[in-house]
């Protein structure tokens, strides 16, 4: 543990200040679009008839998942090891593999969350559920996941690349476990914890 630990601290601390910086702005925008976004969703829950909430919950789960932090411009070791350099040096490949080699920590991960993703979308009937009860897990969803999306953007301010990578993975996790599954269908569900454990490989 100790050993892997430290090759994660070296392959952070090769990461230069352009290419953090540039990686926490792209994540401060992720997280302020998300909290427009989250403050309009919240402005229409109480008019949403109880016929769509169902409707209403896949695409709000939607836009969650489709701000989250996973794309390329939001990592300093992308930023700073790919396009002409083709990831020669990268500390992340180093130790987890390339992000395009089918089997590396990053590719079985983005694989299992955009299967969340594609199973929110396609989930057409949800599960039934109680009008009333649905409108306040939907409340409570948006609320905390706004709040949520807050204090990432405080809480990456001051950040070091190794901790940039800590917390991305921890908020992905937290935003994820968020998604209103009590008005999505059980494969929704089942997908969720796919992600959530190859996640842990992530950083």
């Given at each position: 543990?100790?050993?892997?630990?430290?090759?994660?601290?070296?392959?952070?601390?090769?990461?230069?200040?352009a290419s953090l910086q540039a990686a926490k702005a792209a994540v401060v925008a992720c997280c302020e679009e998300y909290v427009r976004w989250a403050d309009l969703f919240s402005s229409r829950l109480e008019t949403v008839n109880p016929s769509d909430l169902h409707k209403f919950a896949r695409a709000f789960s939607l836009?969650?998942?489709g701000h989250l932090p996973t794309r390329p411009v939001t990592c300093p070791f992308c930023i700073?090891?790919?396009?002409?350099?083709?990831?020669?040096?990268?500390?992340?490949?180093?130790?987890?593999g390339r992000c395009d080699a089918e089997n590396s920590a990053f590719s079985l991960f983005i694989e299992a969350f955009?299967?969340?993703?594609?199973?929110?979308?396609?989930?057409?009937?949800?599960?039934?559920?109680?009008?009333?009860?649905?409108?306040?897990?939907?409340?409570h969803s948006l609320q905390i996941s706004k709040d949520r999306a807050k204090r990432m953007m405080?809480?990456?301010?001051?950040?070091?690349?190794?901790?940039?990578?800590?917390?991305?993975?921890q908020y992905i996790g937290e935003m994820i476990e968020l998604?209103?599954?009590?008005?999505?269908?059980?494969?929704?569900?089942?997908?969720?914890?796919?992600?959530?454990?190859?996640?842990?490989n992530y950083w």
């Open positions: 543990m100790y050993d892997r630990a430290e090759e994660l601290e070296a392959a952070a601390e090769a990461i230069d200040s836009t969650l998942l700073q090891y790919g396009h002409d350099k083709s990831c020669t040096g990268c500390g992340y490949a180093a130790t987890h955009q299967e969340l993703g594609r199973v929110v979308y396609q989930d057409t009937e949800g599960r039934s559920a109680d009008p009333g009860l649905a409108e306040k897990r939907l409340c405080e809480e990456i301010k001051g950040c070091s690349a190794l901790q940039l990578m800590e917390k991305k993975a998604l209103p599954y009590e008005l999505l269908c059980i494969e929704v569900v089942e997908r969720f914890h796919v992600a959530k454990e190859r996640l842990k």
